[in-house]
């Protein structure tokens, strides 16, 4: 499975746009890349999912260049209820489940 | 969108007692279920994966005989901590996916389990 890295924690004002950038170096022609919202006393919950390019749903865009080798979560005008840990992940699909890195500890302050 | 729900959500026993963690997937069928296991602070650990009507795949490490996961219906899987003590307290989730290659996997909101 494709390692990730991505930065401990950012901490970011209410109402600005926040880019979480994350490094595959190692993804599979076949992973996707997958990213999850988590607070405290909650499972993961999936915010979005892409193979290529850009993907947009209504809470966030994600950015996948050429290479597939990282990826950009974007959330535009966090509030501070967007204070959590976000989970890049890639894997294949199917019967393979996701091994979770340390995440990115996001401070929304007002 | 797909739901996993778990419970119970919170459980507080005494030392030597058997716990048992239910995960369903409500509006889709899963063959394959996975469990984590999350301290204070830190990240999602893998512990196992429950398969429908087969054995589960557990990660080095984790205890077969301590942590009995049952897979007995495509909509259902149960994880047991067997003769729990202190250390096995944690927060539990449980996750699953539906069928298709390019579906995520949606988590449970866990347990947390307090062993006294």
């Known amino acids: 499975l494709a390692k990730t890295t991505q930065p401990i924690s950012m901490d970011s004002y209410e109402g600005q746009e926040v880019n979480i950038t994350c490094s595959h170096n190692n993804i599979a022609t076949n992973d996707y890349i997958t990213w999850y919202q988590q607070f405290p006393s909650q499972g993961p919950r999936f915010i979005i999912q892409?193979?290529?390019t850009k993907v947009t749903n209504e809470v966030a865009s994600l950015f996948i260049p050429a290479d597939r080798k990282s990826s950009t979560l974007s959330l535009p005008r966090v509030s501070l209820s967007d204070t959590a840990v976000y989970y890049c992940l890639v894997g294949v699909q199917g019967n393979t489940p996701l091994v979770f890195g340390k995440g990115t500890r996001l401070s929304v302050i007002a | 969108g797909a739901v996993v729900s778990q419970h119970p959500s919170r459980v507080i026993c005494k030392s030597g007692t058997s716990v048992k963690i239910e995960c369903r997937s409500l509006?889709?069928?899963?063959?394959?279920m996975f469990w984590y296991r999350q301290f204070p602070k830190k990240s999602l650990m893998l512990m196992a994966t429950?398969?429908?009507?087969?054995?589960?795949?557990?990660e080095q490490g984790v205890e077969k005989d301590k942590f009995l996961i049952n897979h007995a219906s495509l909509t259902l899987s149960t994880l047991t901590v067997t003769s729990a003590h202190p250390e096995d307290s944690s927060f539990y989730i449980c996750?699953?996916?539906?069928?298709?290659?390019?579906?995520?996997?949606?988590f449970g909101d866990g347990t947390r389990l307090s062993i006294l």
């Open positions: 429950s398969n429908e009507g087969s054995k589960a795949t557990y």
């Open positions: 892409g193979y290529k």
């Open positions: 996750s699953a996916r539906s069928q298709g290659t390019d579906q995520p996997q949606h």
């Open positions: 509006d889709f069928q899963a063959t394959t």
